[in-house]
Each structure stands twice: as structure tokens, then as C-alpha cells.
């Protein structure tokens, strides 16, 4: 048993001092407060809380930072330059990258990853001698990095709903039919630090009939379903042309909302969508530096959450790697959109970025007795936090702190990162040279 001590912690939904933590394994076994450290106690100073959860990545994303956030265009122009970026990957130079991304995360204090991944096979569309070469790439780098990951088989069969067939870059993406993808998907198996997943990329990418496919495949398995809904008003627009109903309501039709679903962005949505995704406990993965990168749009976070859709945060596709930042945009940006203040408390922006992510993708975490032992600490004393006290603690880490002021990560009761570094790799130069590799390829 190894034992953990912290300054200040967060605890049942409140902040708590002087609390003892032990871990048997890499689960804790107890969490008390107002107790005096253990010898061999491990220090932890600052606010500490569970780990947080990246509940949507596109790890070869991080390649486009700052190469498309210049000037005009949209999201369709942006895409461009994204299927450029995916058509130079191969299994060895994915690994590379996504463990860099993986450590950059686990310094910000990411604890497991959702990864949204359809980059399936090669550039022609072929698949690999192990068709999961691919996921099996993903899934090592994730080790390597030391975060939990939960892989999501992406379904993608499609253009579009006027494009039956796959062409160029996206041959990659997609099997050759919903049965093959759910083959696939059955081959790759779960191991630790592993969860699976399914994932329909969007109703554009995926025929009705074949999301039934996925939704049940998932259900039967007890395993969770992610899927991108109405990120933009474009994407609407096409699914009503094409099948008279929003995407909400396809989803809906085909059996793919409920408890285990999530929806990511739900960003332009009717009062009929809010309501489908409420009343089946969809949640909703918000991504706001992504979305305001590509703008997308603003979207109703306090809407969803009152219709009863959970909340959780994710990166994307990394224009910045912060969730302290994702949850505290939940709320600044919607005062932005409406004009007015106060729509969520920063305890459920800290939720939204732990305890609730963790559960949209499959683990069990929080500073409680049975739950895996992964938290991170929060320096309340930096030029962003200094002046905090145990009562603004929370409010200083959603609304000030940043992925810099995470000084340590512990997962399954074990460090991972020390002083804010990570302890095996050398992120900057591993991301570094992973983005110099791509660059170059993409020329």
C-alpha cells in the first residue's frame, strides 16, 4: 500500500484539508481528511483532484497547430489540409506522434483519453497485414505516454449523403462495409489501461441502416458510442435535404442515443434535439478551442445540461491542450452568446472536466475508496493562482489555473508527472520532432 498526502483536496464536492489517500494497486483504498500525513506519505501540494478526462481527440490533429489558424476559410477549407495530414501517416510515424500528443496531455494532467480514431488503413485503402495496425499504434503510444486510452472504433463508410463511395484521403477511413468495420473493431481487444469503444463519425459518413449496426454492437458489449452531431449548420442543412430529419432525430431513429452515447460538439441543435438527448441521458462532449478555431459556433451548454444531458470536455483536435480551459470556456462562452453571467458553477465545470469525462469514456475515477487512484495537483501558487484560499480553490483552478499549473499526475497510484515534468519523456522534443516529420511529408 503506498500512501499519498494532500494539502488540499477535493473530495464528495468539496474541498477538503490535510487529506490522506491510500492506494492498494492501483486503486484507492481509502481518502481521509482533516488527517495527519503518514511518514511515507507522498506530498501533494496545491488543489488535488481526479484526473481529467480528454473525452475527444484526434491525436494527429496536434500536426495542424498553428499551420491552419491563420487567415480565412472554414471548417470544409480546414478539412482540406486535415485529409493532407492523414493521407502522410503510416502505423511508425502515428505511434511517434500520438505518444508525443499523449505526454502532452498527461502534463496537463489528462489521465485517459477518448481517441476518435478512423484513420484505418493505408493511403490507397487497403488494409494493413494486421487491419488494427493503426489502433495498435494508438494503443502503444498510450502506454508509452502513461495515460489511460479509450479507443474508439470510428465507423465511416461514405463521402457524404450525395457520395456513396470513399475517394482520395478518406479511402482510408472506411471498410468495406458496416460488417467489416465490426469485424475489425471485435479484433482488437481490450488489455490494461484499455478500453474500447465504437464511434459513428456522423450521419453524413454513416447510412441509418449501418448506425443501427454500430448503436446494437456497442449496446450488446455494454461499451460506449461516440459520434459527431451537427457541428455545423452545413451538416444540418445536408441531412434534412437528404433524409427530412436533423441528426438528432437519425440518431434517434437508429437506436444510437442513450446512457453510453455521447455527442460530440452538439453545437447547432433545435428544441427537439435538446430534448432527445436529455431524455436519454445522451451527453454532450463539448470542445470550445476547437470550435472557436474552426468556427463553429457556440453551443447551448446550459440548455443541454437542464434538458439532462451530462457535460464533458475535450481537445479535439488540439489547437491548445488544456481542459482546465475547455471547461471554463463552457461558461465564458456561452456569456458571450448570451449576454449574461453565471450558467454553470465551477464545481460542475470540474466535473465536466473529470469525474463525468471519466465515465463518458469507460473508467472509474474519483477521490473515492474503490475508484482508480489517478489525480493530478493543481499549484495554488502561481502568478495565475496566487492568492487562493481552500474556499476559491476550485473557482481559481477552473477560472485562472492553466495546463501549467499542473505540478503532478498520479496514475494508478503511481506518478506519472513530478514538478510539471513528465518522468520518461521529453515532450517538447518528442512533439517537436514528430511535427517536423509530418511537415516535411506534407509538403
Known sequence: MSALHAELAWVGGAVRRDVRIDCQGERIASVRPDAAPAAHARRLT????????????HAFHRALRARTHQGAGDFWAWREAMYALADALDPERYRRLARAVYAEMAQAGITAV????????????RAYADPNAMGEALVAAAAEAGVR?????????????????????QRRFGDADVDAWAARA????????????AAIHSVRAVPPQAQETVAAWAQARGLPLHV????????NAACHAALGRTPTQVLAEAGALGPRTTAVHATHLTQGDLAL?????????LCPTTERELADGIGPASDLAAAGSPLCVGSDSHAVIDLLEEARAIELDERLATLARGHHAPEALLA?????????????????????ADLIAIDLASPRTAGATAETAVAHAV???????????????????TEGRHRTLDVAGELAAAQAELRDATR
Open 46 to 57: 496545491g488543489l488535488v483532484v481526479p484526473g481529467l478526462a480528454n473525452a475527444h481527440s
Open 114 to 125: 477518448a481517441e476518435f480514431h478512423y484513420v484505418h488503413h493505408d493511403p490507397r485503402g
Open 149 to 169: 486510452l479509450t479507443l474508439l472504433d470510428g465507423c465511416y463508410l461514405r463521402g457524404g449523403f450525395d457520395e456513396p463511395r470513399l475517394e482520395g484521403p
Open 186 to 197: 471485435e479484433a482488437l481487444g481490450e488489455r490494461p489501461g484499455l478500453r474500447r469503444g
Open 228 to 235: 459527431h452531431v451537427s457541428e455545423q449548420p452545413a451538416e
Open 277 to 285: 438527448l436529455g431524455g436519454t441521458t445522451t451527453a454532450a462532449c
Open 352 to 372: 465536466a472536466a473529470t469525474t463525468q469525462g471519466h465515465t463518458r469514456l469507460g473508467w472509474d475515477v474519483a477521490l473515492e475508496e474503490g475508484a482508480l
Open 399 to 417: 477560472f485562472a489555473a492553466t495546463a501549467s499549473d499542473v505540478t503532478d499526475v498520479i496514475v494508478g497510484g503511481r506518478p506519472l508527472v
